[in-house]
């Protein structure tokens, strides 16, 4: 059985992620989804993509610039098939990107969708040999 972290080491080698040369000062992995694989969150009648995600947060890419208030509820709903309400609240907001702290999303999501982007990642790699 592999730990999260391996399967996040696998993923970012796959995404050409070099490792840090500083020490990582987040205490929590963080997926981070390329363009066609995203996530969506549904919050009110706007659906925006995320980003990356962690057990505590998301990054969300709100390119129409919605108005989505300080407190986020929606659903994310990811590529590999899981829904998750979310409860969050905006703490940073930069260009069209907003940074959302919720309460803890489970462990179980975040290693399906490291799963879930490995196999795509993988089949990529294959598609060019």
């Known amino acids: 059985m592999r730990t999260v972290s391996e399967l996040i080491l696998r993923l970012e080698r796959l995404q050409g992620k070099k490792q840090f040369c ?49 407190t986020i509820q929606g659903k994310v709903l990811f590529p590999s098939g ?6 969050g609240t905006v703490v940073w907001q930069f260009n069209n990107e907003i940074g959302v702290l919720s309460k803890r999303i489970p462990m179980l999501i975040i290693e399906e969708e490291a799963e879930h982007l490995l196999r795509y990642f993988q089949q990529q790699q294959n598609k060019q040999y």
């Open 22 to 70: 500083a020490r990582e000062k987040r205490n929590c992995v963080r997926l981070l989804y390329p363009p066609q694989k995203r996530p969506i969150l549904k919050v009110k009648n706007h659906d925006v993509e995320v980003v990356d995600i962690s057990e505590v947060g998301l990054r969300i890419f709100n390119y129409l610039q919605h108005d989505l208030g300080q």
């Open 82 to 87: 899981v829904n998750y309400s979310l409860n």
